[in-house]
C-alpha cells in the first residue's frame, strides 16, 4: 500500500502519486478556463478497483502547469496567523503574498457537481517536499510535485467523503517538509511555518467556496497532516470569526495532526467528538506501531497531551478494536496496479498516555523516520480505516439531518 507521503517521500517516482488515482482530465468551464475534476471522468468510486495504467503520461500534464517557485522564506506572527513578517526581498514578497484568485477554476483540483445535500471541503496533505538545498520553502500554487501529488491523494483519502458529500478541494501554496521541519524542530509544532501563505490561502478558498459555491448547505471540513494542521487553524480562527459558517459544520476530520487537550482548553467553542455520530465536533487520530510507543519516539506530527478517537469503535478509551471491526482498508495491489478494499489486519487501541492510535496492521510504516520515528502508519491514517471512515461520515450526517 503507497500512501502518499511514502510517495512523495522517494522523488524518483513521485508520478506514481497519479498511478493510484482516477483518470485526470481537462474539462472546459464557460469561460474557457481549464480545471482537473475526477467525478467527471465517471471512473466511479474508490471502493471499485481503479486501473489508472494509462494515465501516468496524462497526469504531469494536469493542473495549471509548472512555474518557478519562490525562495522566500515566510513566517507569521503569533498572534493573527495570517500576516507574512520575513522574506528575502520586497519582489519576492509580493509573489508570495500576491493572493490566489479562487475564482478562477484551475486553482481548484476539483469543484463538484452538486447532487448531495452536505459538502466538504477538502485540504491535502504535505505532497512538495522541499527538502534539496536551493528548494523553495514553499510550493507555487502549481507546483508539479504537489499537483500530481493531489492527484493521488484524492483517491486514497478525500474520496473517503465523496459517496456522501459534493467534495471541493482547492489547490494552495503550502509549506515543503523542509521548511515544516525546521519550524517543528525550533519550536515543538509546524504552526510558524503553516501561519502564513498556507492559511491564508485556505481561507481565501473558504471565503469564495461560502460566497459562491456553499449556498446554505451543511459541510464538512476534512485534511491530512499538513492539511489538518491548517484545519485546526481554521477552526481555531476563521470559524470564530464566521460563526454564522461554524453552526453548519457536521463534523471536522482533522487526521494526522495532534488535537491537544491545551488546543480545548484554549479555545472551547472546539468540541472534541465523544462517540460515533456526535456532530459539530473534531474527529482526529495520529496511527502508530508498538515500536513508536514504546520508545516514546519523536514524531512530527504527534504533540504533547494528544487526543485521539478510535476509529474502529468510535471510543476515547483504550477499549480494544480487534481487525475484525474494520470495514476494510484501502490498498493498492502492485501486481493489479490498482486500489482496492482489502484486510490489512488493522486494529487499533488507543495509547492514552501518548495519544495515539497503536494498530498492529500488516503494512510498512511510513520510511522518514527522522520526521516520524520508526514506526508510524502516518501516510496509512486514512487508508488502514478507509472504509470505516466513509461509514462514520454517513452517520454523523444522518444525526446532523435528523437534529435540524
Known amino acids: 500500500m503507497k500512501g ?21 482530465v481537462e474539462w472546459q468551464t464557460e469561460d474557457g478556463a481549464k480545471n482537473i475534476s475526477p467525478e ?43 500576516s507574512v513578517s520575513s522574506v528575502t526581498s520586497d519582489a519576492e514578497a509580493a509573489s508570495v503574498v500576491e493572493k490566489v484568485d479562487y475564482s478562477k477554476p484551475y486553482n481548484w483540483y476539483q469543484i463538484p457537481r452538486v447532487t ?20 523553495a520553502d514553499y510550493a507555487t500554487i502549481d507546483n508539479p510535485e504537489m499537483v500530481q501529488g493531489v492527484v493521488g491523494e484524492y483517491v486514497t483519502q478525500a474520496s473517503a467523503y465523496e459517496d456522501a458529500t459534493n ?9 515543503g517538509m523542509g521548511v515544516g521541519g525546521k519550524a517543528w524542530k525550533e519550536t515543538g509544532n509546524i504552526d510558524r511555518a503553516i501561519c502564513g501563505v498556507p492559511y491564508g490561502d485556505i481561507c481565501a478558498a473558504l471565503d469564495y467556496y461560502f460566497e459562491n459555491y456553499n449556498e446554505g448547505r451543511p459541510f464538512i471540513l476534512a485534511g491530512h497532516s499538513q492539511g489538518s494542521a491548517i484545519a485546526k487553524l481554521v477552526l481555531k480562527g476563521y470559524f ?3 460563526p454564522a459558517y461554524y453552526e453548519r459544520m457536521v463534523a471536522a476530520y482533522l487526521i494526522g495532526y495532534s488535537v491537544t487537550k491545551e488546543d480545548l482548553e484554549e479555545y472551547p467553542h472546539l468540541k472534541f ?15 502508530e506501531g508498538e515500536e513508536n510507543v514504546a520508545t516514546n519516539a519523536t514524531n512530527f506530527v504527534v504533540l504533547p497531551n494528544e487526543i ?22 484501502l490498498v493498492f495491489n502492485e ?27 500488516t503494512c510498512e510504516p511510513i520510511a522518514m523516520p527522522e520526521f516520524f520515528g520508526p514506526e508510524s502508519f502516518h501516510d496509512d491514517d486514512y487508508t488502514l480505516y478507509y472504509n470505516n471512515i466513509k461509514d462514520n461520515v454517513a452517520k454523523r450526517i444522518a444525526a446532523y439531518q435528523e437534529n435540524q
Open 240 to 242: 470564530k470569526e464566521h
Open 116 to 135: 448531495k445535500d452536505v459538502d466538504t471541503f477538502y485540504i491535502y496533505s504535505t505532497l512538495y517536499m522541499g527538502l534539496n538545498e536551493g528548494d
Open 40 to 82: 467527471s471522468t465517471g471512473a466511479g468510486t474508490a471502493d471499485e478497483a481503479v486501473n489508472p495504467e494509462a494515465i501516468v503520461e496524462e497526469a504531469s500534464e494536469c493542473g495549471t502547469g509548472a512555474a518557478e517557485e519562490t525562495s522566500a522564506e515566510v513566517e507569521a506572527t503569533e498572534e493573527t496567523c495570517d
Open 273 to 287: 467528538a465523544t462517540g460515533e455520530a456526535d456532530t459539530g465536533v473534531i474527529v482526529s487520530w495520529n496511527t
Open 167 to 175: 467534495l471541493y478541494v482547492p489547490y494552495y501554496r503550502q509549506a
Open 4 to 24: 502518499l507521503w511514502r510517495v512523495a517521500a522517494l522523488g524518483a517516482v513521485a508520478a506514481a502519486a497519479a498511478v493510484i488515482a482516477y483518470k485526470c
Open 335 to 361: 501486481s493489479a496496479f490498482e486500489c482496492q478494499i482489502g484486510d490489512m489486519g488493522a486494529d487499533a487501541q488507543i495509547d492514552l498516555e501518548r495519544g495515539v492510535v497503536v494498530t498492529h496492521a
Open 308 to 329: 485521539s478517537i478510535n476509529p474502529l469503535n468510535w471510543k476515547l478509551d483504550d477499549t480494544y478494536a480487534p481487525a475484525s471491526e474494520n470495514l476494510g482498508s
